[in-house]
């Protein structure tokens, strides 16, 4: 089948039907009894199985699986492909990351008759990597991925988050790989985070809006839009903040927007950096962490006379930078050894820390968060001689150990 056939297929039939095509060619060529899709939730502690196009019901809640302790969280962790002789004793179940660029979109998951051979592992893993291209594709035009990732309702605030935040919640590129989680408050709090990655930089940010429920919401819309505005018309740091600023002049309602700004050049590694009343960013390097003491302006909108100083954050390669929200600092939280965290969680992918960070949070909060918890990690490789590793899936086939074969 290979990729070009699968995404053409694919775009041959209705949106809400492209995985239906994808499920139809497996079972064809690799006489599958069972082929399905698992979307990650919002939490990405979670998947969503989605059926077919006619049994997808989408008016009630999605029916979320835990991911702890599965087969399925251990292949989005390690993002290699994985299988398993199912209870029957007969059959094969095979599950493959659908990953693009780092973020984990969701799995795969096969059930075949026999253990697949070399060729037939290689297809499944350019399969998924096709669906990924897939699901991007076609996310714009349907609600059902939407649906997928909502496990539990969303309030009026909590939607208008949510789409507030970059489309992939994580990205590799060869100099760093970034990724962000977001945990909002039984109350919305406004928190929200953003990168983009240009031809020469790679542009973060993280902001938090005063208040809470759709006022924050609302608030927090202005500020972004705001700094995208900014950030697209070419405006470099300072004018980006000058205008966020402004924005909540005029259209803030005496509110304010705290946030911290990053632009790092993918040339030579030099960086940029803003704080506008936000916590200080957290840098991990070679095992230790500690907090970068950058001076601190006032928030977007604090109606007192100021300017934003742009200040150098010194990254080298190798180096974790982690920014937050005060959400992840909060008095019930204080309990949770953040620092010692940020080192325990050094090896794992920043997608994974950063969801690991804020599982702790949400655990030490027993569940009800009284402000929006928020983190963004990125790891810095450096300008020169790198590339990124595994650029379809991140399934290593060539490494993976053979899957079991089923007893005769």
């Not at 960086?271 to 916590?279: K, L, M, Q």
């Not at 794992?348 to 949070?361: G, Q, Y």
């Not at 963004?376 to 086939?397: E, F, I, K, P, Q």
């Amino acid at each position: 089948m290979g990729l070009a056939g699968a995404l053409a297929a694919a775009e041959a039939a209705a949106p809400v039907e492209s995985l239906d095509v994808v499920a139809r060619m497996l079972r064809q060529r690799l006489a599958a009894t069972m082929v399905s899709f698992l979307i990650t939730d919002f939490t990405g502690a979670s998947v969503v199985r989605l059926g077919a196009a006619g049994s997808v019901e989408t008016d009630e809640p999605a029916r979320r699986i835990g991911l702890p302790g599965t087969l399925y969280d251990e292949v989005i962790r390690t993002q290699r492909l994985a299988s398993e002789v199912r209870d029957d004793g007969r059959t094969v179940r095979v599950i493959a990351p659908v990953t693009n660029r780092g973020d984990a979109i969701g799995l795969l998951e096969l059930v075949l008759p026999v253990a697949p051979d070399a060729a037939a592992t290689r297809e499944i893993s350019e399969t998924a990597h096709a669906l990924a291209y897939i699901v991007i594709a076609n996310r714009s035009f349907t609600d059902v991925y939407q649906w997928g990732r909502r496990t539990t309702p969303l309030s009026l605030a909590a939607e208008i988050q949510h789409r507030l935040l970059p489309a992939s919640l994580a990205c590799e590129a060869a100099q760093f790989t970034v990724a962000g989680a977001l945990e909002p408050a039984d109350h919305v709090g406004g928190d929200t985070f953003d990168y983009v990655i240009d031809r020469d930089t790679v542009q973060l940010s993280v902001t938090d809006a005063m208040g809470h429920d759709v006022d924050a919401a609302l608030l927090a819309t202005l500020a972004v839009g705001a700094l995208r505005r900014a950030r697209r018309a070419g405006a470099d740091l300072a004018e980006q903040a000058r205008q966020a600023h402004q924005a909540m002049l005029d259209h803030g309602r005496q509110s304010y927007v705290t946030g911290q700004l990053l632009r790092i050049s993918l040339l030579d590694g030099s960086s940029e950096f803003i704080n506008a009343g936000h916590p200080w960013p957290l840098r991990l390097r070679e095992g230790r962490v500690e907090e970068l003491s950058v001076e601190v302006d006032m928030p977007f909108g604090f109606q007192f006379p100021h300017s934003y100083r742009v200040q150098r954050l010194d990254l080298r390669r190798g180096d974790r930078l982690v920014m937050l929200t005060d959400g992840m600092l909060e008095h019930s939280a204080s309990g949770m050894d953040l620092k010692g965290m940020i080192e325990h969680t050094s090896d794992l992918h920043p997608r994974e820390a950063a969801r690991t960070l804020i599982a702790k949070v949400i655990a030490s909060n027993e569940g009800h968060l009284q402000d929006d918890a928020t983190i963004m990690c990125l790891d810095w490789h450096g300008v020169a001689g790198h590339s990124r590793m595994h650029a379809a899936t991140g399934a290593d086939l060539a490494g993976a150990s053979p899957p079991p074969t089923p007893p005769v």
